[in-house]
């Protein structure tokens, strides 16, 4: 695929595991400050080496930062700030992160610049999405997850179940209504731009001493009585019911109820690497990591910065579902059979609440009622004129399309006209281009059907005029004899 210096990358990989067990259960010092751990010293020393830095300037920039004094003293004095246990943990997740967030980015672009088509538009895409997540412990990482199950499963409601419900009633088809449950309630929930879940973190997050129980609170008080919104004593597991108020929410999302735990909400929606680290990877021995990290820099002066994970993983998903709107896209619903995940095991209530929730008996409830070919009226005409005499070509797209159906002698049931279009029954339009597309001699009677057809569609026509102007005539006819003229 073009990759360069493949060793380097799985280098890097085996860094963010031992970079993650590197400073952990830090205990704050006298001066208020933290210090790696004995025990983490090993993976402090292999991180280093694997990244190409100094171990004890490694160290230092994980448990603490510079800054630059703006008043008081010297302007511009450099200045060492010790970082409290959380922030040093928060830095250590930060750093191991970015360095996989940076090396993934870069193997796509390399395997996106080894495709051959570069210049052609037509693509076929898998979108292979996390399914709902629902845990004991569910944390921001199922906030996330389920969130973006939420925008998938509106984007499925739209296009599936309410557009194509509003077409047949455009195009004034007399089919059934469909009922769904709409979880655009639970996406305003999450996402509104004035007080949002998404938008609470961030704020709280702003402030210079978050506090997940206040973040929780704010969220409780934003959309209090809000349906889908409710306290964890409101969960059918104990466990949740054990927790406060302010340390969790419970969401009603469309496939089920889940308790969140906000404890570690705030730390894991910062993404941001302080100066120290950030400065420190850039001088790394690791040409690939050094590479990596020059582009597009944005180093503060020291300041502990603010990079929204909710933020960056919403304005992602919205560009994903803008481009699954402007693709023709299908969909593959995978149902769990049981829930001690084991073969050969199926679980009737649990597959049948799966097909529920997730609107699939719904659209088998359309498709029994619905009309999923469709072809307008001129393409219909202009695919099949070249096998009718001139006569019969002629004619308009939409009495063409009369015609030739009716000459078929297809059932009523099996298609529809609509203003624009031509609806046919599953299956249905393949056998009308079966029969269109038969021998001559077949061909020869579908023309004489059609000319019938046609030759009865005027004769009633003629009698009708005649009707209507034969009425009027006989009444004012009765009306002179009754007058005596």
Known sequence: MGLISSDRQIVLICSFI???????????????????????????TITSSLIGVDPSELRQALISRVMQSKGGGVKGTVIMVPLKVYEANNARDALAKALYSRLFDHIVSIINLSIPFKASSFYIGVLDIAGFEYFTVNSFEQFCINYCNEKLQKFFNDNILANEQELYKREGLNVP??????????????????????MILDEESKLPKPSPCHFTSEVHSSWQGHYRLSYPRSSRLKAHRSLRDEEGFLIRHFAGAVCYN??????KNNDALHASLE?????SENKLLNRLFQSGS???????????VGSKFKTQLSELMEKLE?????????????????DHEFEGSLCLAQLKCSGTTSVLELMEYGYPSR?????????????????LAKLSARTFCEAMLHSLKLHDKDFKFGITK?????GKFVEFDRIMRSDPENLKAIVANVKKWLADGIFLSVVLVVKYCVHPLRYCMQKDELHGH
């Open 262 to 267: 906000t404890n570690q909400f705030i730390e």
């Open 422 to 426: 031509v609806f046919f029954r599953p």
């Open 279 to 283: 400065f420190l990877v850039q001088e």
């Open 177 to 198: 209504q469909i009922k769904f449950t709409d979880n655009q309630d639970i996406i305003e929930l999450i996402e509104n731009k004035s007080n949002g879940i998404f």
């Open 375 to 391: 072809v307008p009226f001129g393409e219909l005409h202009k695919m099949y004129k070249s096998y009718l005499p001139p006569e």
């Open 326 to 342: 402007k693709n023709g896209t299908n969909f593959i619903r995978c149902i769990k059979p049981n829930s001690r995940m084991v």
């Open 18 to 44: 031992d970079l993650y067990e590197a400073s952990r259960d830090n205990p704050e010092d006298a001066k208020g400050g933290c210090k790696v751990s004995p025990s983490s010293e090993q993976s402090l």
């Open 298 to 308: 944005s180093v503060s002066k020291g300041k502990l910065s603010f990079i929204s």
